[in-house]
């Protein structure tokens, strides 16, 4: 039901923009969270955006690279990579928890989340 697509391969301090798009999910009821796998590792939280857009959070080693937003009446929600670096490389995936207009207590906890795209591979080269 969640598409996330917009990932490459790009060069040490270029930019993307993944986008998470819903299929049978009114998105613009659900928070929802950019997650990131790279090889070897576990998912962790890259960010959030509340229902409204009013809330973001971004983890420590995204802030002020990255940044979210969503158009509800496109049904979809952004991810702006800028400045990217090599350790940005992963598998980017976008979520959203089971119930509408909340926003997850531990917001980078995957096990607060129940729809889950499919992930699109972005990859910096150095």
């Known amino acids: 039901q969640l598409q996330a697509s917009g990932g490459g391969l790009v060069q040490a301090g270029g930019s993307l923009r993944l986008s998470c798009a819903a299929s049978?999910?009114?998105?613009?009821?659900?928070?929802i969270g950019w997650f990131r796998q790279a090889p070897g590792k576990e998912r962790g939280g890259v960010s959030l955006?509340?229902?409204?857009?009013?809330?973001?959070i971004y983890a420590d080693s995204v802030k002020g690279r990255f940044t979210i937003s969503r158009s509800n009446s496109k049904n979809t929600v952004y991810l702006q990579l800028n400045s990217l670096k090599p350790e940005d490389t992963a598998v980017y995936y976008c979520?959203?928890?089971?119930?509408?207009?909340?926003?997850?207590?531990?917001?980078?906890?995957?096990?607060?989340?129940?729809?889950w795209g499919q992930g699109t591979l972005v990859t910096v080269s150095s």
């Open positions: 979520a959203a928890p089971g119930e509408r207009l909340w926003i997850p207590n531990i917001w980078a906890d995957v096990d607060e989340y129940h729809y």
């Open positions: 955006i509340s229902s409204s857009g009013r809330t973001t």
């Open positions: 049978g999910l009114a998105l613009g009821y659900y928070a």
